[in-house]
């Protein structure tokens, strides 16, 4: 078990609690004694054999057409109506009387849940006994990049600069390393600050899985697979020998490190992994003719595959279209459904996948997907037919390490802002990201401490042992 980092402890707890608990080392006391959030101080053994999807809606989404459903006017809330919504293409939409003569939408309630959903949740709904949903996070922004930075990172920007790594670059690192990819970026907003991480697990990042295909493609017009598997063997071989004689051998180790990871990546078959019209053919399931989710569904194509083949640890990707202030908000409920619609059809295939390691176990046994955006929209439609940006925010996570058909954290019930979803440790208080990114790194063995700033990891959301 690793220990925390005190220099990260000291930052995370409040002064009277370090002076309580300088004393109580003092005395040989245990840190449990004195009251402290044991479980947010370190985490358990390190998981191995985990896969990892991140998802990014970029442009803040409206919580209230999926995970904190409103369709009552009241407070600051002007519903989803007939006549700001199209909901023609909405399969989940149900009409029930709405302000002003108009429709709004009924709550989607699957049977047998305690759930309630918006209509924009889509086929999602179908699944709705492997979600935790988190309601009510404290955003404190309404700007774009620090909205996204704060979600990914659980720090704001300082400076108009990131400030720490990003989820998916810690799982990399923690867990990846030795892969051929340990995080494959689409239009993600990884980052990779300070020197915690381990260098090959800095974010591959790419606007188009196809950009990588045609970096790997090698001409045999001058040489051949033979000759370059020759060189590189020859040019490993040279770095180690010379990083044994030297008194910096890590660079020298690196340079093996690439020269053996090329290889790998040009192995036959890799390239057909990052080949868009290839991905497409060997994936119908998932619909690459959407209107919204095309590139998307072209990312979680390539995250099943890349997973099945084991050359990848997480993979992260953006979909767009959910930062809408006028009358394109009509279609904002549509960009949701299309979203969650590829979502579930991504759960359904990683069901249908064998793990690359683990014998009779499935790629969805050992896959977590965390889903995320910049924060919410208003609660009221301005004057132009649209939502602005609002400091709330939802997400969702679907793993079995957490739990399933689960809601924590809750709103005002007349304006939509957090409320306090439980005591932490400073008194109650919203939930807020770097709470949430605590509780997903500790869920797999990796100390919040050693990466994050803030946050306290939330047992309440995860499955028991």
């Known amino acids: ?35 402290l959030p044991v479980r947010a101080l370190a985490a358990p053994g390190k998981a191995a054999d985990e896969f990892f999807v991140f998802i990014h809606a970029a442009g803040g989404w409206d919580v ?22 199209d909901a023609a293409p909405l399969r989940l939409w149900v009409d029930a009387p709405g302000p002003g003569g108009a429709r709004t939408f009924a709550l989607v309630r699957p049977k047998g849940s305690s759930l309630a959903f918006g209509p924009g949740i889509g086929a999602l709904a179908e699944l709705h006994d492997r979600l935790c949903i988190v309601n009510g996070l404290a955003m404190n922004t309404v700007s774009h990049p620090d909205g996204i930075a704060f979600a990914t990172t659980g720090r704001h920007l300082s400076g108009g600069r990131t400030t720490s790594s990003s989820v998916d670059a810690i799982c990399a690192s923690e867990l990846g390393a030795d892969q051929t990819f340990p995080v494959v970026s689409v239009q993600f907003p990884s980052a990779f600050v300070g020197d915690r991480l381990d260098r090959r697990a800095a974010p591959l990042m790419v606007g188009d899985i196809g950009t990588i295909s045609r970096a790997l493609t090698r001409s045999k017009l001058y040489d051949t697979d033979e000759d370059r598997a020759a060189v590189t063997a020859l040019l490993s071989e040279e770095a180690r020998s010379l990083a044994a004689r030297s008194g910096a051998a890590g660079a020298l180790d690196g340079f093996a490190l690439q020269a053996e990871g090329l290889a790998g990546m040009l192995e036959a078959g890799l390239q057909d992994v990052f080949s868009r019209g290839k991905l497409i053919q060997a994936h119908p399931e998932f619909n690459h003719k959407a209107r919204f989710a095309r590139q998307a569904a072209v990312n979680a194509a390539f995250a099943i595959e890349a997973m099945r083949r084991n050359v990848v640890r997480c993979v992260s990707f953006a979909s767009v279209g959910f930062d809408t202030h006028t009358s394109n908000y009509r279609q904002h409920a549509v960009t949701q459904q299309e979203l969650f619609d590829l979502i579930a059809a991504l759960v359904r295939s990683l069901d249908a996948t064998p793990h690359p390691t683990r014998a009779g176990k499935k790629l969805s046994d050992h896959t977590h997907i965390l889903v995320t955006s910049d924060f919410c929209r208003t609660p009221q439609i301005n004057t132009a037919m649209g939502r602005d940006h ?18 924590f954290g809750k709103t005002d019930p007349e304006q939509l ?40 990891v939330v047992p309440e959301l995860l499955r028991s042992p």
């Open 417 to 456: 802002l957090p409320a306090a979803a439980k005591a932490f440790q400073g008194g109650p208080r919203p939930i807020a990201p770097p709470d949430l990114l605590a509780t997903f790194l500790f869920a797999f063995g990796i100390s919040p401490r050693d990466h994050l700033r803030d946050g306290e």
């Open 390 to 407: 609002y400091p709330n925010n939802s997400a969702v996570v679907i793993s079995p390490r957490f739990r399933g058909g689960f809601s």
């Open 1 to 35: 078990m690793s220990r925390p980092d005190p220099r990260a402890i000291r930052h995370a707890l409040p002064r009277r609690a370090l002076l309580k608990a300088a004393a109580g080392a003092a005395l040989g006391l245990p840190l449990g004694a004195l009251g």
């Open 64 to 85: 209230t057409l999926w995970a904190d459903p409103r369709n009552e006017a009241r407070g600051l809330v002007d519903p989803a109506t007939t006549d700001n919504t």
